[in-house]
């Protein structure tokens, strides 16, 4: 039973360029919540998908954006990249709407914008 | 905004001490769950607690969720260099909150 697979795992890129960071959730989780975690500090909510729509959103700007596909798996886009964009992007899933369920987590996409 | 502070923000001891952790914040919170978290992996699920007032046991880790459900702490007892560690409280409402962190380095 694969867990929450993320890729790529670490990527190199540059500001003002574009990344797309995939996730598959794990086996029969259909939620997928997106998080940035800065070094050293907690994760902070950026999206979570349900049913292939955003459900809820936190404080980030429209720079990020997301999808989920029928098959359940996600991606996570960022435009325009910023040198603080860098940071380990996390992917998490669970079962059904999110509400005191765990969350599994992948072990994370580490972007570093130059 | 929900906030959740957590203190301290490092915490460095020897093998065999004992320590705690604490998890505040002004919202209150239908839950609030632990994780920890290694170098290079993603947080993973320590405990969930419901109730205010409610203590969880596991192993040589003590959870309590506060009589208003607003704060949590972590207590280790006879740490272990294993436990090392950045360890993250969460508060769940209609999203997961984390909060700021706490890393816990125990030495031999």
């Known amino acids: 039973d694969a867990g929450v697979t993320q890729s790529p795992t670490h990527l190199i890129k540059t500001r003002g360029q574009q990344v797309t960071l995939r996730c598959s959730p794990k086996?029969?989780?259909?939620?997928v919540s997106w998080y940035q975690q800065a070094l050293g500090q907690g994760p902070q909510f950026i999206f979570q998908y349900y049913e292939e729509e955003e459900r809820q959103r936190g404080n980030f700007p429209d720079r990020f954006s997301g999808h989920q596909f029928p098959n359940y798996s996600s991606e996570l886009n960022v435009n325009a990249l910023l040198l603080g964009d860098s940071a380990l992007y996390l992917c998490a899933s669970t079962r059904g709407r999110f509400d005191t369920g765990e969350l599994f987590f992948g072990e994370g996409s580490r972007l570093t914008v130059l | 905004t929900q906030l959740l502070e957590q203190s301290p923000q490092f915490l460095s001891i020897q093998e065999g001490e004992n320590l705690t952790v604490y998890c505040n914040s002004s919202?209150?919170?239908?839950?609030l769950q632990w994780y920890r978290q290694e170098p290079g992996e993603g947080p993973v699920l320590l405990v969930t607690?419901?109730?205010?007032?409610e203590v969880k046991k596991l192993k040589r880790l003590t959870f309590q969720f506060g009589d208003a459900r607003k704060d949590s702490s972590l207590h280790i007892t006879a740490a272990q260099p294993g436990d090392t560690g950045l360890y993250l409280c969460?508060?769940?409402?209609?999203?997961?909150?984390f909060g700021t962190g706490t890393r816990l380095q125990v030495t031999l």
């Open positions: 607690v419901v109730t205010g007032g």
């Open positions: 969460a508060g769940t409402a209609s999203k997961l909150t």
């Open positions: 919202s209150v919170f239908s839950s």
């Open positions: 086996s029969g989780h259909d939620t």
